[in-house]
Structures are given as structure tokens and as C-alpha cells.
């Protein structure tokens, strides 16, 4: 055997136990004993059942929901296994016919609405996952959502701002709403 196997190998195997097992479970140990909730994938329960993570947007159609983003992934919305945008530009036709029919679907959904419709509502993400609509978004569906559940649009708008996540410093992002949390709130009025 050359003079230099035997000290490879033995360095190999302990760099293949270091950053193979202990490192993984030294990180994995410490994400559950601070972060318990974030690590285990920030999933959100009803009758202590999973029904979605807090970081990954769903789909809804129910007029008496808020909905989300539309998702770019594929073959199914939201589908976290495959996330990435869409890839196309502002100059691509088949964006264009994309946003078209979404703004025509809010249009359908909402007759009565005749204001401009947020950006947010018909364009992707770059993950294709987001969980989140803008307060503006928020307040574009509001008057549908309050019809459909027979809610007073003031009750429904404050709890819009229960929802509404504001970040630590106004210059490190914009104000946001969860989806997700918000219908589940809304669920939970009746």
C-alpha cells in the first residue's frame, strides 16, 4: 500500500463522519431545540391537523376566500417540489395572455369591483410559491369576500389588519398578508 492511502482514507472517513453525521445532526438538534416551528416547516393546524405551511402558498377559488398568487410551478399550483418562476418577460405574448384571464376570472368573480386590479393578483412569484398578496390585493377582494359571506366589510377589513404583517423596519421590505392565515381566520368567524 503507498505511504499516502492509509492517512487519505483516515481523513476521508473523518470528514465523511464530521460533515455527514455530526454536523447534520448538531444543526439539526439545535433548529429544533431554538426553532421548533421553523424547522419543522412552519406548518399551521386546524383540530391539530396540518392543513398548510405558513411559507408556501395555496390555492383558492372560492369566491368567499381571499385568493393568492397565481403559482408557476408545475404540474400542479403550488407544487413545492417544483419551485421556480415562470421565465417569462414582460414582452412575451403568452404572459400577456396569462395575465389577461386572470384579470378576467377577478372580473368574473367580482362584477361589481371597477378598480384597478393589484399586480400581485395576476402575476407569479419568482418561486411560483408565495404565500403572500399585498394589503392592496387584500382590499381589491375584500368587497367579494364580505358579499359571499354575508360579513360586514369593517369587521372583514379588520381582520384583514389582525393579518396584515408589517416588517421591523419599513425600508427592509412592505407590508403583507398570508393568505393561508387569513382564510383560515375567516373559516373560523362562523
Do not use: C
Not at 368567499?64 to 413545492?80: D, E, K, L, V
Not at 400577456?96 to 384597478?116: N, Y
Request: glycine share 6%; proline share 10%; no cysteine.
Amino acid at each position: 500500500m503507498p505511504p499516502l492511502v492509509r492517512p487519505a482514507l483516515v481523513f476521508f472517513i473523518a470528514l465523511s463522519v464530521l460533515t455527514g453525521v455530526l454536523y447534520p445532526l448538531a444543526v439539526t438538534g439545535l433548529g429544533q431545540a431554538l426553532f421548533p416551528d421553523q424547522a419543522n416547516g412552519s406548518l399551521l393546524l386546524r383540530e391539530g391537523r396540518p392543513v398548510g405551511s405558513r411559507l408556501i402558498g395555496q390555492s383558492f377559488s372560492d369566491p368567499a376566500h381571499f385568493w393568492g398568487r397565481p403559482s408557476a410551478t408545475g404540474p400542479m399550483a403550488y407544487n413545492a417540489s417544483a419551485s421556480s418562476g415562470s421565465n417569462q418577460g414582460p414582452l412575451n405574448p403568452a404572459l400577456t395572455e396569462a395575465v389577461k384571464a386572470r384579470i378576467a376570472a377577478l372580473r368574473e368573480a367580482d362584477p361589481d369591483q371597477k378598480a384597478p386590479v393589484p399586480v400581485d393578483l395576476v402575476t407569479a412569484s419568482a418561486s411560483g410559491l408565495d404565500p403572500h398578496i399585498s394589503p392592496a390585493a387584500a382590499a381589491y377582494q375584500l368587497p367579494r369576500v364580505a358579499r359571499a359571506r354575508h360579513l360586514d366589510p369593517a369587521r372583514l377589513q379588520a381582520l384583514v389588519e389582525q393579518h396584515t404583517e408589517r416588517p421591523l423596519i419599513s425600508a427592509l421590505g412592505e407590508a403583507r398578508v398570508n393568505v393561508l392565515t387569513l382564510n383560515l381566520a375567516l373559516d373560523a368567524l362562523h
